[in-house]
């Protein structure tokens, strides 16, 4: 966030968002009322930060003016409101579809995803490195030595899960595809808990797809399933 940043940083960065095409040293220093030399400090900090970037070189009746403009990782630190759009998203899809139907659909963008990462099976310790890449801040913890649990201190998910609990099934399926098997999610900090607790157990016959919540009323099987894990 621009909070960590000094004020003339601040200002310098908005003045750049500003104007996307780029902005000169000699068209900052006058718009932030200080020296060029201070500018070039810094955009030099800015740089290192991967903030500000050099962009193209504009022509003048001497030398080429360089312009600087903001990197892709500036800009996301100005306000976005990607909670906001999937919150109404998901409001809309349960409206058109369901509550039923938007809880299979979210398993199935569950197994996906895990799909996508690992095209095997594979055990907790894998599992949780692929959590970790989303920044799930999640660890194997062993009650014994062959009783293991995932358990994630963060929920990336978090507001939207409050809001709508049934983004929590495709955490269920996204781990239940990569371990195999079906999880019980016998802790959750949306729901009270202090952390995300997770349990893999052998994927029964009758289940026809994994990582199913227990806490969806009545979660019902998907029809096309077979369909879908193909």
Known sequence: MLEGLGRTQQDLLNALL???GGMSIDELADHLSVTRTAVRQH???LERDALVLRGETRPT???PEQLYRLTDHA???FPRQYQMLASVLIEEVADIIGHDALASLMRSMGRKLAQDREPQVV???RIVQHMNQAGYEAEVFFRSSDDKEIVAHNCVFHRLAAAHPVVCELDLALIG???GGEVDHTECMVRGGNVCRFKLRP???KASEPG???????PTPDRDSDATDT
């Open 18 to 20: 500003h104007h996307a």
């Open 43 to 45: 955009l030099a900090a």
């Open 61 to 63: 009746g001497r030398r």
């Open 75 to 77: 800009r996301e630190q």
């Open 123 to 125: 055990d907790e310790a």
């Open 177 to 179: 595809a990569l371990g």
């Open 203 to 205: 994927l029964v016959e």
């Open 212 to 218: 199913v919540s227990p806490n969806s009323p009545n």
